[in-house]
């Protein structure tokens, strides 16, 4: 069975310009959460989706944004880039939305902004 | 503020030796926790979990301790083999209103020496 699988799984922007990372999640399983990891740190929490809703947003800016479609794959923007913005962009999706889920992730899209 | 938060960077053991590894949390309301296992370059992958109505649980050579009273958590792996070198996570997951929020530590390196 195929488990969450994200594309691309490595990218190069400049500052300024926009990037869409994509995300399929194990099949059956309704909600699509990212997560942001810097290099030696644990992941941080971007978003929730479930049912195309957005469920929860951690303490990103609006530059950041995502969406959920019909077939529950989903897409993280990111406009303005920044450095800062350098990171490992983890997928996850669990079968339910509710806190106590399995969640499963991807294995990232290295992101590196220039 | 709120946090998940591990003891110690690094741990270095001996092949065939037992591996504790052990995590602190701060919010008393916690009510489910899992270790996630990160190798190089790939996303973090799941362990094990335990609820808050547990204080110990068993997988494949793999237990979970909970300790509310001190909010400690450890994970301990049995005869650690190489395979088991990466880094190491626990989590929380809860989101204000229930939604699927993991919080993680800044993880555990666990080398293991052959």
């Known amino acids: 069975d195929a488990g969450v699988t994200q594309s691309p799984t490595h990218l190069i922007k400049t500052r300024g310009q926009h990037v869409t990372l994509r995300c399929s999640p194990i099949s059956g399983h309704k909600s699509v959460s990212w997560y942001q990891q810097v290099l030696g740190q644990g992941p941080q929490f971007i978003f929730q989706?479930?049912?195309?809703?957005?469920?929860g947003r951690g303490n990103f800016p609006d530059r950041f944004s995502a969406r959920q479609f019909p077939n529950y794959s989903s897409e993280l923007n990111v406009n303005a880039l920044l450095l800062g913005d350098s990171a490992l962009y983890l997928c996850?999706?669990?079968?339910?939305?509710?806190?106590?889920?399995?969640?499963?992730f991807g294995s990232g899209t290295q992101l590196s902004v220039l | 503020g709120e946090s998940v938060g591990l003891h110690l960077p690094t741990l270095s053991v001996q092949e065939g030796d037992n591996s504790i590894i052990n995590c602190a949390y701060s919010n008393s309301a916690s009510d489910y926790f899992i270790w996630y296992k990160q190798e190089s370059g790939k996303g973090p992958q799941f362990i094990i979990d335990?609820?808050?109505?547990?204080d110990k649980r068993q997988g494949q050579r793999v237990t979970v301790l909970l300790n509310k009273t001190v909010k400690h958590l450890s994970l301990q792996i049995a005869a650690t083999q190489p395979g088991d070198s990466a880094v190491y996570f626990c989590?929380?997951?809860?989101?204000?209103?229930?939604?699927?929020?993991?919080?993680f530590g800044t993880g555990t390196k666990l080398q293991v020496i052959p």
């Open positions: 989590a929380e997951n809860r989101g204000p209103g229930g939604y699927q929020k993991v919080t």
């Open positions: 989706y479930y049912e195309k809703e957005e469920r």
């Open positions: 335990i609820r808050s109505n547990m």
């Open positions: 996850a999706s669990s079968l339910r939305q509710d806190h106590n889920e399995k969640l499963f």
